[in-house]
């Protein structure tokens, strides 16, 4: 008998199943969080540093600089409480009164086609959308509302990113074709996957290849203010990748 994922998690006491996740964002880190090669670089700050539970009403924020640029960094988690998501748009809002350009993370797998999407599933286990993380919320949790951190004060907001069809070509370039078989390839979709690429392989593109692209793009673009919302795992191979962009970047709050 197959399990949805909602009745996979609904069993689960919501503690426990937030914690998982720091511990698997915690892992993912530790494999591999500098992008631009396969030994990391050294941690310019403990990883534990980021670690958020979603539930906080003040959330932290991580200001680097390398004195031409600034980057507020805003650690996130796909499921949280209200409290929290609304809490990170008042410091969004107030951080684009003061002139920062808003970079954000979102990957828009609903626009694959339906092999591609059951491609996406073998990488995490699940279909990493919107909706499937409202699946996995609940007892006071919700999916995270990208929707209500847009837009506030000017709509001049940034998706830095990686296309959904990016993130597959980069990990099939890296590690070959990922071939969808047995029940995975005509289960629903809602479904989690029995089947899943190395965790080893999967955290080079999910995270490393994402963090060097962030790097990059912050790098290259004119914006010089910026407040970033990124997930926390992320937020270790970001400083990683801006330092051996240039070595002057640094936490200055």
Request: net charge negative.
């Amino acid at each position: 008998m197959r399990t949805s994922i909602k009745t996979y998690f609904s069993i689960q006491a919501v503690a426990a199943k937030l914690t998982l996740l720091v511990i698997l964002a915690t892992n993912f880190a530790t494999i591999a969080y500098a992008g631009s090669a396969d030994t990391p670089a050294r941690l310019p700050t403990d990883a534990l540093v980021f670690a958020i539970s979603g539930e906080e009403t003040d959330p932290a924020t991580f200001t680097f600089s390398n004195g031409k640029k600034t980057v507020i960094y805003i650690p996130m988690i796909h499921i949280g409480t209200p409290a929290f998501y609304k809490a990170v748009a008042e410091k969004v809002k107030i951080q684009k009164m003061a002139g920062a350009t808003l970079y954000y993370e979102f990957i828009d797998f609903d626009a694959l086609d339906d092999n591609n999407k059951r491609k996406a599933r073998a990488l995490v286990g699940i279909l990493p959308t919107p909706h499937q993380y409202d699946e996995l919320s609940g007892d006071g949790y919700i999916g995270q509302p990208n929707n209500d951190f847009l837009g506030l004060v000017n709509d001049k907001d940034v998706n830095v990113d990686v296309t959904p069809e990016e993130l597959l070509e980069a990990y099939e370039d890296r590690f070959g074709p990922i071939v969808v078989t047995g029940v995975d390839a005509t289960s629903d979709l809602s479904e989690m996957a029995t089947t899943v690429m190395p965790m080893e392989n999967v955290s080079k593109i999910i995270l490393a290849s994402r963090n060097q692209n962030i790097a990059d793009t912050i790098s290259n673009r004119q914006e010089t203010n910026i407040v970033l919302l990124f997930g926390a795992a992320h937020g270790p191979g970001i400083v990683a990748d801006l330092q051996l962009i240039d070595p002057n970047w640094k936490r200055t709050e």
